[in-house]
């Protein structure tokens, strides 16, 4: 299984970040995954932000929750991270990642760099 993030690497504040990540090898659709985002600020520790299930459902930090929304299209084998009203501290690396559960994880994305900054 292969995970690739793809997005704009800089994002003004107050816009909409948005990245994609693209499943190969496997379906996303299928076999009770989850698929995950996680990012890391710089100097900072990983902070997990939200998932989609297999199933289509979703899960969010709480601390994110007001300002994230995961979507997936099936027929792409791809799942969406949307945030929302993006500030400098939302500068990161953005990880995507399958997991067994939400906080078991076998396969990840290599990492795209965000950067908010006007």
């Known amino acids: 299984v292969q995970l690739q993030e793809s997005g704009p690497g800089l994002v003004k504040p107050s816009q909409t970040l948005s990245l994609t990540c693209t499943v190969s090898?496997?379906?996303?659709?299928?076999?009770?995954?989850?698929w995950i985002w996680i990012r890391q600020p710089p100097g900072k520790g990983r902070e997990w932000m939200g998932a989609?299930?297999?199933?289509?459902?979703?899960y969010y930090s709480p601390s994110l929750k007001s300002r994230t929304s995961i979507s997936r299209d099936t027929s792409k084998n791809q799942f969406t991270l949307q945030l929302s009203s993006v500030t400098p501290e939302d500068t990161a690396v953005y990880y995507c990642?399958?997991?067994?559960?939400?906080?078991?994880?076998?396969?990840w994305g290599q990492g795209t760099q965000v950067t908010v900054s006007s």
């Open positions: 990642i399958r997991g067994g559960s939400m906080f078991e994880y076998d396969y």
């Open positions: 090898g496997g379906s996303i659709a299928t076999n009770d995954y989850f």
């Open positions: 989609i299930s297999s199933s289509g459902s979703t």
